[in-house]
């Protein structure tokens, strides 16, 4: 095996880990042990502290999320890997610009308030006061003279609507709605 | 053993490659450590400071490969401020001024700067080979001179490092005769990569056997990458993102049928749902497979790639595959020896996917399993009884060969009586928030006589276990204690009785003044043994006793 053995001594290796949660007991006894060992000033009450340890497992109702420094131990690069998918994913939101040819000014959406098309449609709609046709995937939006596009990640100009939910609001970087004869050729197969 | 000339011994020893064993050999009279000593091409140092640079030169002047250790284990996990030390610089400047032939370097959580990078590149005209793994302090800048002058660079493989990414064309300074590449890892690069230049790269690196890309790496250029280099061995895609309909992706799957020689798997920084099918073909024959940082992967489509994997060996995955996924993989990966499950939402235990339930099942399922590493979130109390006190008692029993350990949780004193008695070829064990008193400790530190490093935290281990077995710490690497009930005092003690060991306290509180009471109990303490006493590099909050 050709495989990092000087690095993990990884031969024969068993790791059993029991990272605590709000509900798990021996976490909430974690989570207060880390918080009375923090010594900042020398405690002169020696034998009382480890009683006191003990007595805080009973009494102190943890936060949900309290984070013991290090615990679960993940390596710091995989945490801040996932941390950051999740912040970019979560906090952020994503807004994107929204034009509507013949409107004077442009208007901002999250797209993460919307958990798929039929509602963003919806918003649209209210926002600019239109409606737009029926979606098949042959034909694009029927019946209307408005049509939702998008500008992707490539800078091209996309139809909104034929891709799965998630790729969209992944490559998404901002939604136009078309008017008239300008949107023929894109939604329509001849 | 006198009738052989020097040669024919030396001849010999090039037979004998491991470290142990070499340490053996230049231990049985003076013209074998000799002959070992200048024959001797591989240091390995799991402790830079148990050595010097300088010491090192003079004991090994042939020395070809050097792997480096610095930061202790638990650096990993936030325990270890920063600038706490193990500093790359001393070791290159050393090596460059007494013209050691370096080819080959190795560092695992060592602080490298640029400077040193630079120097390293401009200093060994054979170096080939540097691996870095966990390092820190470097930019894309340091990167640009290993391309740039290492003319005969093989191998070049990152592995989770934080690197400062300045933008520049790193890439680009491979030079056009550069062909001789075998290995190249920049995963764990953040930003934007030359992509031009990198296929120009990989067009003329015929050896090339590993590539294991960054997330700025597009679906598309993966194709063409895969064309340039289908004799590829060890693959790590970058983002693979992409509508499966489209062209890229068509072209994709094709590129995938020539590369027969896939045993390695990785990537998947950004993924799509409903693109994994293109990889199906190659799966039949891979060994590692590691979708470990792919949290866009739903279950489904996780066991679904698995079915496909039935030569598979190692295993890196994400708990969403849940118990049911773990089931697939214990009935379909028969050759299994390594499985790793890390937590797909570290810090909110809401949406926990598998329980021991899952454990069970692949520990039922794979008879050559030797390696786990399994974070669950969810376990019943019940289990985790049964786990803590049945499990451990039964798994150290049979598992004697069991070298490495990490422990937490709910343990009694007696789990340690067990490992002391049964693991006796244990090397390394991690304990958290686990034992009842200090005869814990003492049953490991007596029983475990091929112990190398001990690391704890948050487990009520104090004084008299500390100081029990003073001598037991000169045949260990090191000891880490955290949170523990250790005093200031004992350290004391332990620092004057032993002057092989160097025994730091880190102090990360306001208080500057040494002079405290010795009854103050220490927050973390490290100590190892050296054979050049305390180092000069430490900063201020580390105290050397």
Known sequence: ?190 | MNYFPDEVLEHVFDFITSHKDRNSVSLVCKSWYKIEKFSRQKVFIGNCYSISPERLIARFPGLKSLTLKGKPHFADFNLVPDDWGGFLYPWIKAMAKSRIGLEELRLKRMVVSDESLELLSKSFPNFRSLVLVSCEGFSTDGLAAIAANCKLLRELDLQENEVEDHRGHWLSCFPETSTSLVSLNFACLKGEINLASLERLVARSPNLKSLRLNRAVPFDMLQKLLMRAPQLVDLGTGSYVHDPSSEAYNKLKAAIQSCNSIRSLSGFLEVAPRCMSAIYPICKNLTFLNLSYAAGLQSNELTNLIQHCRKLQRLWILDCIGDKGLGVVASTCKELQELRVFPSDPFDAGNAAVTEEGLVLVSAGCPKLNSLLYFCQQMTNAALITVAKNCFGAIVRSCKGLKRLSLSGLLTDQVFYYIGMYAKQLEMLSIAFAGDSDKGMLYVLNGCKKLRKLEIRDCPFGDAALLEDMGKYETMRSLWMSSCEVTLGACKTLAKKMPNLNVEIINESEQVEFNLDDRLKVDKMYLYRTVVGHRKDAPEFVWLL
């Open chain 1, 1 to 190: 095996m050709a495989f990092e053995k000087d690095f993990n001594l990884d031969a024969t290796e068993l790791r059993l880990g029991l990272p605590g949660t709000s509900e798990e007991s021996e976490k909430q006894a974690s989570t207060t042990l880390r918080i009375s060992n923090k010594r900042a000033m020398p405690d002169m009450n020696e034998d009382s502290s480890v009683a006191a340890d003990k007595k805080c497992d009973q009494e102190t109702a943890p936060p949900t999320k309290a984070q013991v420094v290090g615990w679960p131990p993940i390596r710091s690069y995989r945490k801040n890997s996932l941390q950051t998918k999740k912040t970019e994913a979560e906090t952020c939101g994503m807004y994107v610009k929204v034009s509507m040819d013949g409107a004077p000014y442009l208007r901002k959406i999250d797209l993460k308030m919307y958990k798929g098309y039929p509602e963003l449609l919806k918003a649209l709609e209210d926002m600019f006061k239109f409606k737009v046709g029926k979606y098949s995937e042959r034909e694009g939006y029927n019946g209307s003279e408005f049509v939702p596009t998008y500008e992707d990640k490539d800078g091209d100009l996309m139809l909104v609507g034929d891709v799965p939910w998630e790729m969209f609001t992944n490559s998404c970087k901002r939604l136009r709605i078309m008017k008239g004869s300008e949107a023929r050729g894109l939604g329509c197969v001849v």
